[in-house]
């Protein structure tokens, strides 16, 4: 089932998400739900903030053939090194990119959709999506890394976008 995502400055977008402490079946569609809905978009990455489950569930799949889904429950970042600055963009403020500094590698530990552990060691493009999917669980999205300024003129702009979408 595809989900309708929240756009940017939605409120909603700033809540904290809980852990999930029990794997019960609504966490395995809420994950299918979410990749179908980050296929669909297109996107390679999407939090359950950005959908209104204030859980802490991410779907990732930053593959070219769009075959390689990650489903992270509850991720922890147990070890981060170094320093890279790319082009971000989200689901939640689309149309919209900006450079955002991120940790160069990160090792992720988390559980699967059934409550597996893993780790996991990312580096490149699955870093920076890690961090900044893991952001929207504490209620921050990439815009607010940018200046104060430049933040208001994103804010405006989605609004008015909003606004002549009905
Ligand atoms: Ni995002």
Redesign the pocket.
């Given at each position: 089932m595809i989900l309708p995502i929240l756009e940017y400055p939605d409120p909603r977008l700033k809540k904290v998400a809980a852990p999930v402490r029990t794997f019960t079946p609504d966490i395995a569609k809420l994950a299918a739900d979410m990749a179908e809905t980050m296929y669909a978009a297109p996107g390679i990455?999407?939090?359950a903030t950005?959908v209104d489950v204030h859980k802490r569930v991410i779907v990732m799949d930053i593959s070219e053939d769009r075959n390689e889904l990650r489903v992270f429950v509850n991720p922890e970042i147990i070890a981060a090194e170094g320093e890279a600055e790319g082009e971000?963009?989200?689901?939640?403020?689309p149309g919209y990119y900006d450079k955002v500094a991120r940790a160069e590698r990160v090792t992720v530990r988390a559980q699967d959709q059934f409550g597996k552990p893993f780790e996991l060691e990312a580096e490149g493009l699955l870093a920076v999506c890690v961090q900044?999917?893991m952001?929207?669980l504490v209620g921050k999205?990439?815009v607010d890394y940018l200046s104060p300024l430049k933040r208001a003129r994103v804010a405006t702009r989605m609004k008015k976008k909003q606004k002549l979408a009905g």
């Open positions: 990455g999407l939090a950005q971000e963009g989200c689901l939640s403020v900044h999917e952001d929207h999205v990439f």
